[in-house]
């Protein structure tokens, strides 16, 4: 048969001859012609030891003039490329070296690189142990086309892999910061269960010193890595092979998680959640096939620490007079009442905290990137109703358009309005701030609906007429409980198991007092005592800042209960509710026991009355909403009933 023979054709020959068949057979055994056979018979060679190694050229060297000056090149800049040479060739001799003659010159190069040129680099495989080794690193998902709810989603992974199994892991984050590396080194560790000896990533600017000499880690790298028990290792600058256990898997994830969507039939998520949960399907499938040596690795891992700790970054910030602070090269707006003082900024690697004087007073998404603004219009609406003429040069404005209906409004009111639309659409975005954005937009598209003209005052009419009348008054009949037994709880000490039954009796009780201080009635709510054996009522006191039914603060209608002694406190005097304190949480108002009698002895029970009857009767009013809140515990048998009743009129609460 035509076509070069191979050495497994040639053992084929022979095997047929020393079987003991004629040489035509053994040719045709073979699949060649009987010269060809007479003739490896005759060598006893194989065609591999026949073959000579080509001496001559079937054409003219083109490059052997330029020779010389191309080797002086490479021995200077080994870096230079074949297809680099050819073009500097190309415009240094015009008209003498064609396209087609770059592969000649590629195969010489490399020809030359092997024989004559320098030594490469060696990369040496390593021996990897259980649980020594978790390797991490960021890797850009942007060429997957992920979206959430239809709009594009631009985010990274922060992925962990131990180098000894395998096993890996990811976090969705946005940018390669310390708070994005601290929070997906804890999610991949709390998910593994146990902490590996070392952690090792490269040289990222949020991990390493990259300015010093040494490229040593941050303190704050350093006290992650302390709090866990882990030493922090790193690879050398422009090294990723020293991290190959991750590197190499990034491509292999993303090959993954694409063929997964393609079996999902859609890029598109709901939710991050959603996005999320099918990241955590996909890796428990490949983790599947690693089980084995997984064991391995958990069985010599060290323990997690306690708890989590939240890591951020602090920055220390005046509030500018536009009412923002500057953060990590992005401007922020806050509330206008912060400007001139000083704000500490708690950076995490998805939000930010606004504290100030100890309290946090705003909570903001976080910007990625440089360069960026996020201004909320709630928190400079105020200053720009008085400004009116500020809003259509502002530098931010489009950040005051809050949706695209808004935007729309204000086109409207320019072409119809010109010299007020700022005016009226800022009137607009102020009662946007104070009633409801949602309600202000859906009054703005039904109005383009419609074809009617944008009016503030036309909004604010629909607003009011949507709003929903305030519930009725709902009705609690709350017996009320004698606190004797409270006051006996504070003033002397009882043994284990009278102190046991006082604690049930004081939390029922506080239970009342928290019950009717901290739900909000309609504006009037009255308190009632109805007719009970003792004139000991449970009063509750409300306050509304600048709501007080035209009442100065603290001011209140009383009427004495007849028959109480002179010189003894009516039973509806609080005598003000009480602020917090070691057995009352702070803004929880206390119950206060208060004296009164039936009588001019001032006593409205009969010697030895259980003082837990009274309050084991309580009923828990916390479930219903008390506009009319009544005090009725029930009179003892034997004893009378007392018909006075004692009525006030409380403030309608904060």
């Not at 060297?61 to 191309?70: K, L, S, T």
């Not at 323990?303 to 090269?329: C, E, G, M, W």
């Not at 709350?478 to 006082?502: C, G, K, S």
């Not at 009857?613 to 034997?638: F, S």
């Amino acid at each position: 048969m035509p076509g070069r023979k191979s050495d497994a054709d040639v053992c084929r020959l022979w095997d047929a001859l020393v079987n003991g068949r004629t040489l035509e057979a053994a040719a045709r055994a073979a699949a060649m012609s009987l010269p060809t056979a007479r003739k490896y018979r005759r060598s006893g060679q194989m065609p591999s030891e026949m073959q000579k190694p080509r001496t001559w050229r079937t054409r003219e060297n083109p490059f052997a003039q330029a020779w010389p000056e191309i080797e002086a090149m490479l021995r200077e800049e080994p870096r230079l490329k074949a297809k680099t040479i050819f073009e500097e060739l190309q415009a240094s001799q015009p008209g003498r070296f064609q396209e087609g003659q770059l592969r000649t010159l590629q195969r010489q190069i490399r020809q030359w690189r092997a024989s004559e040129g320098y030594d490469r680099e060696a990369f040496f495989p390593q021996v990897h142990y259980p649980g020594d080794v978790g390797a991490s690193d960021f890797t850009d998902m942007s060429s997957l086309d992920i979206t959430i709810g239809g709009r594009s989603f631009p985010h990274l992974l922060y992925h962990f892999v131990l180098t000894y199994s395998n096993w890996e892991t990811a976090s969705i984050c946005f940018s390669e910061s310390f708070e994005s590396l601290a929070e997906g080194f804890q999610n991949a560790v709390w998910k593994l269960g146990g902490v590996p000896r070392r952690h090792r990533t490269d040289c990222l600017s949020a991990a390493v010193k990259n300015l010093s000499p040494d490229r040593d880690f941050t303190a704050r790298v350093y006290g992650l890595m302390h709090y866990y028990g882990v030493e922090p290792t790193r690879t050398n600058p422009r090294s990723p092979h020293e991290n190959g256990d991750c590197e190499s898997l990034h491509g292999h994830l993303k090959t993954t998680i694409d063929q997964a969507l393609l079996l999902r039939g859609s890029r598109d998520f709901a939710s991050r959640q959603e996005y999320q949960r099918f990241l955590d399907e996909v890796f428990a499938k490949k983790n599947a096939g690693r089980s084995k040596r997984f064991a391995e690795e958990q069985a010599v891992m060290r323990s997690l620490p306690a708890r989590r700790v939240p890591f951020f970054d602090t920055i220390k910030t005046k509030v500018r007079k536009s009412s923002t602070i500057p953060v990590k090269q992005n401007v922020y707006s806050v509330p206008s009442r912060l400007i001139g003082e000083e704000v500490t900024v708690r950076v995490f690697a998805e939000h930010l905290e606004i504290w100030y004087a100890g309290r946090c007073t705003e909570r903001l998404p976080r910007l990625h990137g440089k360069r960026k603004h996020r201004i909320n219009y709630r928190h400079v609406i105020t200053s720009l109703v008085r400004k009116p003429g500020a809003f259509e040069n502002y530098q931010w404005r489009d950040d005051l358009f809050p949706s695209v209906r808004f935007r729309m409004a204000y086109d409207e009111l320019r072409e119809r309005l010109p010299t007020r639309a700022s005016r009226e659409y800022l009137t607009l975005l102020h009662l946007a701030a104070t009633e409801s954005e949602a309600a202000v937009e859906a009054a703005i598209g039904r109005l383009l609906d419609e074809g009617r003209p944008i009016e503030a005052k036309a909004i604010k009419d629909m607003i009011g007429q949507d709003q929903m009348p305030a519930d009725a008054a709902v009705e609690a009949n709350v017996p009320a409980p004698d606190f004797d037994q409270y006051d006996a709880l504070l003033q002397t000490e009882l043994d284990t198991e009278e102190a046991a039954d006082d604690a049930d009796a004081l939390a029922t009780a506080l239970a009342i007092g928290t019950a009717c201080c901290r739900t909000q009635p309609p504006r009037e709510a009255t308190i009632e005592a109805v007719p009970a054996t003792s004139p000991a009522a449970m009063v509750c006191s409300f306050d509304k800042e600048g709501q007080n039914d035209g009442k100065k603060p603290g001011e209140r209608t009383e009427t004495r209960t007849a028959g109480v002694a002179e010189g003894t406190p009516p039973a509806d005097d609080s005598g003000g509710v009480r602020g917090g304190g070691p057995s009352c949480p702070e803004r929880i108002p206390q119950l206060r026991t208060v004296s009164g009698g039936t009588g001019r002895s001032g006593t409205g029970r009969t010697s030895g009355e259980s003082d837990h009857a009274a309050l084991a009767a309580i009923e828990d009013p916390g479930r219903e909403e008390p506009g009319r809140i009544q005090t009725a515990p029930a009179a003892a048998e034997g004893e009378s009933a007392t018909e006075d009743v004692t009525c006030r009129r409380l403030p309608r609460p904060r």
